[in-house]
Antibody, heavy 125, light 106 residues
Framework: QLQLQESGPGLAKPSETLSLTCTVS??????????WGWIRQPPGKGLEWIGD????????????NYNPSLKGRVAISVDTSKNHFSLRLSSVTAADTALYYC????????????WGRGALVSVSS | DIQMTQSPSSASAYVGDRVTISCRAS??????LLWYQHKPGKAPDLLIS???RLQNGVPSRFSGSGYGTDFTLTISSLQPEDFATYYC?????????FGGGTKVEI
């Protein structure tokens, strides 16, 4: 059974880069059945899709989709040797404070399933 | 971007009640509509895909309907474990977007 777990620093400073990792268990991150995504939820607000990556095993890694609202600050990558994928969000501000979820996008069903339990990241000096 | 509007934002209900949650898309998304259940401190769970397809293991008291722009999640007889926040999400086009959530509480 596929399971995901987020990890990373719970605090980031304004203007710096937020980095989180999602460790995948129960299947290989090289599986072509899935894409690997990130979603966040600011305190008291709704869910916002950040982006996702489909790893196709080629030298360039695969394809990505990002939310334009993040204005090019986001990058998602896959590390097959560690069976995990990562999120980097640069030039963070207090508005990036949120509970960050990683999730599997099932390409057959077309849905996020399963999700991790979330990692809270606060942006503060 | 496709805007997803959920109503109500919160619903007070008793065990055994029928609960209906609406989700409206700002443009036609055909049946590319998902429903999730989220309990505090836990990972969100997928309940329904393709607007009406119940996921394995999800109780039959949950059902989804709708097509195009108007969708509904119905809980036919609310159980204690159903008190949670429910979100709809469109999967028709990028950026993927979610409704604001409906908190079902006593």
């Amino acid at each position: 059974q596929l399971q995901l777990q987020e990890s990373g620093p719970g605090l980031a400073k304004p203007s710096e880069t937020l980095s989180l990792t999602c460790t995948v268990s129960g299947d290989s991150i090289s599986s072509t059945s899935y894409s690997w995504g990130w979603i966040r939820q600011p305190p008291g607000k709704g869910l916002e899709w950040i982006g996702d990556m489909y790893y196709d095993g080629t030298t360039n890694g695969g394809s990505t989709n990002y939310n334009p609202s993040l204005k090019g600050r986001v990058a998602i990558s896959v590390d097959t040797s560690k069976n995990h994928f990562s999120l980097r969000l640069s030039s963070v501000t207090a508005a990036d404070t949120a509970l960050y979820y990683c999730a599997t996008w099932s390409r057959s069903i077309g849905s996020f399933d399963p999700w991790g339990r979330g990692a809270l990241v606060s942006v503060s000096s | 971007d496709i805007q997803m509007t959920q109503s109500p934002s919160s619903a007070s209900a008793y065990v055994g009640d029928r609960v209906t949650i609406s989700c409206r898309a700002s443009q036609d998304i055909r049946s590319w509509l998902l429903w999730y259940q989220h309990k505090p401190g836990k990972a969100p769970d997928l309940l329904i895909s393709s607007a009406s397809r119940l996921q394995n293991g999800v109780p039959s008291r949950f059902s989804g309907s709708g097509y195009g722009t108007d969708f509904t999640l119905t809980i036919s007889s609310l159980q204690p474990e159903d008190f949670a926040t429910y979100y709809c999400q469109q999967a028709s086009s990028f950026p993927l977007t979610f409704g604001g959530g409906t908190k079902v509480e006593i």
